[in-house]
């Protein structure tokens, strides 16, 4: 059996529905550890303080919010080069939920900025293409809803897509494009002497787990939806031809 | 409660806009779920 025929619509409801709940609940279950001992046992930063209960939200968003966008781009090549719908679907569900990830890491690192910077904004090449990729999020939903005709709208936004993808990575490795920026680089390293102590390092991935977990739920739940609203609108098309 | 010190507002505006901005996503995607499944439920019944 070839992997695509879990692409079908009807397979894609099949295998998801008895799939669905178990992932919801171990999202729910590590974002629940890792944010509870996270905010609650771990020490301050000898360095930022108490600040550094932050970065239990900031990074794991600021992470779904790039991969969201790339995961949009896998589902919209497959969309162009295959022209499964379930993956141009998948692609349109995804969006609302990186928006979503994308506007925490902004707010929770402006937040962060004030007491460690002296400021909430600053255009610095980090958060000003974190910036533009919210600005094309923004972009991305918008086209979706101004297009009547699916397959048009998958196409162009597809296309946005790929482009987006450009700001996505810059957004990714900017910090380490330019050093002139106020966001430090990397917290997360293989490195073990560059990586964030392990004290807040093993919270932090369990919470990482819980967002990516939460992505996935929501991208599945919401995916099925757009696939019953396509259903809904053939049944309507078919009723009003005969 | 642990001990925020003076950049309790930062840190609890961090939770506040985040588990708001969740929580609204997780909101909006199931009630949008259930009515949509509703709505086909009947569609196809009445077809």
Known sequence: MSLWEYANPKKFMDWTAPVLPWVAGSAALCLSVGLIWGFFFTPDDFRQGSTVKIIYLHVPAALMAINAWLMMLVASLIWLVRRHHVSALAAKAAAPVGITMTLIALATGALWGSPIWGTYWEWDPRLTSFLILFLFYLGYMALWSAIEDPDTAADLTSILCLVGSIFAILSRYAAQFWSQGLHQGASLSLDKEENVSDVFWQPLLITMIGFGLLFLTLVLLRTRTEIRMRRIKALHARARRA | ?47
Not at chain 2, 7 to 31: D, K, Q, W
Request: no cysteine.
């Open chain 2, 1 to 47: 409660m642990p001990d925020l010190g003076t950049y309790a507002f930062e840190i609890l505006m961090s939770y506040g806009i985040s588990f708001g901005l969740l929580g609204a996503l997780v909101g909006a995607s199931v009630l949008q779920s259930k009515r949509v499944k509703v709505a086909l439920q009947r569609v196809e019944n009445n077809g």
